[in-house]
Every structure is written in structure tokens, then in C-alpha cells.
């Protein structure tokens, strides 16, 4: 009996083990941005990522974007990320928007992640003022 149990339990949870993970993945990229930790953060990237930081939007490297994104947390250290959206796009791709609440500000932040061969990774951020404080 107890056998059936466990096999039972194992086929009811075995659609949510891949939603699990990508909230891992999400999980990861939100603790690197509360906690200002540049190269956490780039570590989750695909080879070139799309980023906007403020006003400066461009293609980058894994490691030009951790230099950029290390130079804006410094210039605005990092207080709490709230995620308010989420969801996914007609390619697949998993995004969220949050606030960021830093020191210096609040920043709308938006982030896609793209499945991998290793897993979801980030192909787009942005950091962008906020048009007003919450």
C-alpha cells in the first residue's frame, strides 16, 4: 500500500518539478539584485546579454555587463527586490517586473529568462528609473 502511495505522489508532482526549477532560476537572479552581487548575477546570463541600465542600452558581454552592473550597484546599493508580474511570452521565454528599491531610488525592473541546454538563463534586463516613488 505504502508503495502505491509513493508512486502516486511521485506522478502528481512531477509537473511541477520544471516550474520548481525556473523559480530556482528566478529566485537566483532576484537574491544577486537585492544583494548588489554583480558577478552572481552575470553568472545567470546567456554569452550575450541584452541590457539597459538607466539611459544606456546595448548588447554586452557576460563580462561587460557584470562591470556595468557592478558600477550601478555601487552608485545606488541595493535595498529589496519586489517582484509585482510574471509571466510568458508567445516565444517560451519566462519574464518578470519588479521594483527594485535602492538607497538612491526606486528602478523598474524587468528580466526574460530563455531556456537552455543547462537550464533557463537571463537574455534580457533592464534597470530603468521609475517614474515615481511607491
Do not use: C, W
Not at 511521485?10 to 558577478?39: C, F, H, N, W, Y
Request: aromatic share 8%; proline share 3%.
Amino acid at each position: 500500500m505504502t508503495m502505491k502511495r509513493l508512486l502516486l505522489l511521485a506522478l502528481l508532482l512531477s509537473p511541477i518539478a520544471p516550474a520548481l526549477a525556473q523559480d530556482t532560476e528566478k529566485d537566483r537572479v532576484v537574491e544577486a539584485m537585492k544583494s548588489g552581487d554583480a558577478k552572481e548575477l552575470a553568472a545567470l546570463f546567456i554569452a550575450n546579454i541584452d541590457l539597459t541600465v538607466k539611459e544606456s542600452s546595448d548588447v554586452y558581454s557576460k563580462a561587460q555587463a557584470e562591470q556595468i552592473l557592478r558600477k550601478f550597484f555601487n552608485e545606488n546599493p541595493p535595498v529589496d527586490l519586489v517582484i509585482e508580474h510574471s509571466g510568458v511570452s508567445k516565444s517560451g521565454d519566462k519574464y518578470f517586473i519588479g521594483i527594485l528599491r535602492t538607497r538612491s531610488g526606486y528602478f523598474r525592473t524587468t528580466f526574460f529568462l530563455k531556456k537552455g541546454e543547462t537550464g533557463f538563463l537571463v537574455k534580457q534586463l533592464r534597470i530603468e528609473s521609475s517614474k515615481n516613488d511607491f
